[in-house]
């Protein structure tokens, strides 16, 4: 355990105003403890880029290329926060304003308050990350990857101003008494209208709805699971982080916020079992993770999978297609994660996170639940607008999506030269033909020796039969084939019969 003594000081300007991030205004000074919760938290953190690993999407063909979007996201959005992300976010220099920060730009620093610059920029980053990965999302399986790395890079302008009005000392909506603990508004609802605005924009992929508004089936279930269980892993540090530390107060929030994120999730999970059979994640509770109740919290997050069920279907019947329903779990359960706070937040008496403020249903009335509601319409007309702006100039300038024949190719052949020519839309399934051919061959052989065998009616029939059964059994067999009544008071009956309709007699 390390020392509990102060190692950086908080009477700095610059310092008080980074540490103000998480919306207290009375944090008592960062220690060595403070510093090691926050980078592991941000290490966590980084680990749910690992949920894409390619299950949602649909074709094969496409899943190298959407597991590339997340990592250029990684790497572009990363390097343009490093540039200047951070600083338009919580710069402190001449010239910082309530609308961005300036300062801070290519993140560096070698004097007493190096370890709080460098932590936070650290777990900040992984923020920025996450708010550019949820457009990928919607994006996928027909997004020229050029076309995805300059928006990533760009990206960071969407997301360091709103974090900035936040989060930042003298951002305005903070300023006001906004509270927004882990990024409901400022991560999740930036991301996810920018995903719903790039959905829209793109169209959706080809033969989406040509039958109907069904879901496409999973590409990898087993994948999508795993990473459903490595998002609730992240989530946990997502949330635990921002108390921004252990020292004081801090981990008594930090305790609470891993309670309620449990409690959230299982609401929002429970729901969508009762519902629908469908697992939603819901990320409505992030907001409020520190400043509401077990039971709150569990009420916030069974409204949080109605809200990403119902507008799942939604965009279902305006035929906009979000593969992984990037803008219903992070856009519209942000929303409503910002506005929970005015409801059922209770005043914090250990770091003062709603400053002083308790929501509509504690006696505090309609004033913090007004600055939420204002949060959040400034939040969505910025996105709407920027995230507009930027992929229109990038598909004048570049194009955006795939040509009609590269996409029904699969962007992991056309892009990366990964795998074959197959391309399931136009049957064009030569690997697959030959293979089939080969296993039919086989099937056919297969079958004349039994037959063969039978015809003597000796073990050694009796044995292949078996060999043919168990292989139909394990479904490696391509033909599927009826072999059931075979074996009659221990003799070989020697007639095999095929699905098709064909009797081999003996």
Excluded at 428 to 434: E, I
């Amino acid at each position: 355990m390390a020392p509990t003594t102060s190692v950086y000081t908080t009477t700095t300007t610059h310092v008080s105003n980074i540490i103000s991030m998480i919306g207290t205004s009375n944090l008592g000074p960062i220690t060595w403890d403070d510093a090691t919760w926050i980078l592991t938290s941000s290490f966590i953190i980084f680990t749910m880029q690992i949920w894409s690993v390619g299950g949602r999407c649909s074709k094969r063909q496409k899943r190298s290329q959407y597991n590339g979007e997340k990592c250029c996201g990684c790497y572009f959005g990363g390097l343009s926060y490093w540039m200047f992300g951070f600083g338009l976010s919580f710069g402190e220099d001449q010239g910082t304003n309530p609308f961005c920060g300036v300062g801070y730009f290519f993140v560096d620093s070698s004097d007493e308050n190096m370890g709080i610059l460098f932590s936070t920029f650290v777990f900040q980053m992984s923020f920025a990350t996450t708010a550019t990965t949820i457009v990928s999302g919607a994006m996928a399986e027909r997004t020229k990857l050029t076309s995805y790395i300059i928006f990533s890079f760009f990206n960071t302008l969407i997301y360091c101003i709103p974090a900035h009005w936040t989060w930042a000392s003298n951002g305005f909506l903070r300023v006001l008494g906004l509270v927004d603990v882990a990024g409901s508004g400022a991560v999740h609802l930036v991301g996810g209208v920018s995903a719903f605005v790039a959905a829209a924009l793109l169209k959706p992929r080809l033969g989406r709805y040509s039958n109907g508004t069904k879901s496409v089936p999973l590409g990898n279930p087993v994948s999508s699971m795993i990473g459903m269980f490595m998002l609730w892993w992240g989530w946990l540090a997502f949330n635990c982080g921002s108390t921004f530390g252990i020292s004081g107060g801090k981990w008594k929030l930090a305790a609470k916020s891993a309670a309620t994120t449990l409690n959230a999730s299982i609401g929002g999970g429970v729901t969508g079992v009762l519902l629908s059979f469908y697992l939603p994640f819901s990320v409505a509770h992030i907001a409020s993770c520190a400043i509401v109740s077990p039971w709150e919290a569990l009420i916030i997050g069974c409204i949080g999978g109605t809200v990403v069920l119902g507008s799942s279907h939604l965009l279902k019947k305006i035929k906009v297609d979000d593969p992984v329903s990037a803008s219903p779990v992070h856009g519209f359960c942000g929303f409503w994660g910002l506005l929970a706070v005015g409801l059922f937040a209770r005043n914090d008496p250990l770091e003062n996170t709603t400053q002083g403020r308790s929501g509509l249903f504690h006696g505090g009335g309609f004033y913090l639940l007004g600055v939420q509601t204002l949060a959040c319409v400034c939040i969505v007309a910025w996105s709407v607008l920027t995230s507009l702006i930027m992929l229109l100039i990038i598909r004048r300038c570049f194009g955006l999506r795939l040509s009609e024949e590269d996409e029904r190719k699969g962007a992991d052949v056309v892009e990366h030269m990964m795998g074959d020519d197959s391309d399931e839309d136009n049957n064009v399934t030569c690997t697959q033909d030959s293979d089939k051919e080969k296993t039919e061959k086989s099937n056919e052989m297969t079958l004349a020796t039994i037959a063969n065998a039978m015809k003597n009616n000796n073990n050694n029939g009796r044995h292949a039969l078996y060999k043919f059964r168990s292989a139909v059994r394990r479904g490696s067999l391509l033909s599927r084939v009826s072999s059931h009544n075979l074996i009659r008071n221990d003799k070989v009956v020697p007639t095999i019969t095929t699905i098709p309709g064909e009797t081999l007699n003996t």
